[in-house]
T-cell receptor
Framework: DTEVTQTPKHLVMGMTNKKSLKCEQH?????MYWYKQKAKKPPELMFV???????INESVPSRFSPECPNSSLLNLHLHALQPEDSALYLC??????????????FGPGTRLTVL | DAKTTQPTSMDCAEGRAANLPCNHS???????VYWYRQIHSQGPQYIIH???NNETNEMASLIITEDRKSSTLILPHATLRDTAVYYC????????????????FGKGTKLSVKP
């Protein structure tokens, strides 16, 4: 089983709202990732967690706050977003971070619209 | 991570083989070639990866040239459901805690399979 699940599938929020995206995997993977994908662009890496600790933050604004409460769960907390943050947010996982022999598996994504 | 070059778009007739090229002339000896695809508004789907030898699985075949400077992904009998953006990615070797080994997506090839 190589399934990564993400909830919700769609999210519409105002600029003053606080919301969270959730990602879950049960493959025993110890690396989890958040990507952002704007329309007609490739996915871009935002954060990497390795063994539940933040390993990489690709200079993401603080209005995006990741959290990894356990080895199976990854959250992305959203606060005071801007309309330009509207995008497809993708979660992925792999056995370990950074090993080029470990395949990353992606979830279906959350389509976020900020009004 | 080595840079890749792919055609922007390709067409293929349904039932025929789709051959998607990728140029990675600056690839290093321990870098792997990965292929993912992304069907519209879904998460990227892992297809196949390889180092030196040709690889085959239930989805596709990967042919890597002897000098490793280019590769071709082959979908043997393309169907309409294979219409997607195909990403060729070169992944560097592990550098624990760094960004090497992560997926860096280029623009990919938009494959359109036509009846």
């Amino acid at each position: 089983d190589t399934e990564v699940t993400q909830t919700p599938k769609h999210l519409v929020m105002g600029m003053t709202n606080k919301k969270s995206l959730k990602c879950e995997q049960h493959m025993g993977h110890r690396a989890m990732y958040w990507y952002k994908q704007k329309a007609k662009k490739p996915p871009e890496l935002m954060f990497v967690y390795s063994y539940e600790k933040l390993s990489i933050n690709e200079s993401v604004p603080s209005r995006f706050s990741p959290e990894c409460p356990n080895s199976s769960l990854l959250n992305l907390h959203l606060h005071a977003l801007q309309p330009e943050d509207s995008a497809l947010y993708l979660c992925a996982s792999s056995r370990r971070q950074g090993r080029n022999t470990d395949t990353q598996y992606f979830g279906p994504g959350t389509r976020l619209t900020v009004l | 991570d080595a840079k890749t070059t792919q055609p922007t778009s390709m067409d293929c007739a349904e039932g025929r083989a789709a051959n998607l090229p990728c140029n990675h002339s600056t690839i290093s000896g321990n870098e792997y070639v990965y292929w993912y695809r992304q069907i519209h508004s879904q998460g990227p789907q892992y297809i196949i990866h390889g180092l030196k030898n040709n690889e085959t699985n239930e989805m596709a075949s990967l042919i890597i040239t002897e000098d490793r400077k280019s590769s071709t992904l082959i979908l043997p009998h393309a169907t309409l459901r294979d219409t997607a953006v195909y990403y060729c990615i070169v992944r560097s070797q592990l550098n624990y805690g760094g960004s090497q080994g992560n997926l860096i997506f280029g623009k990919g090839t938009k494959l359109s399979v036509k009846p």
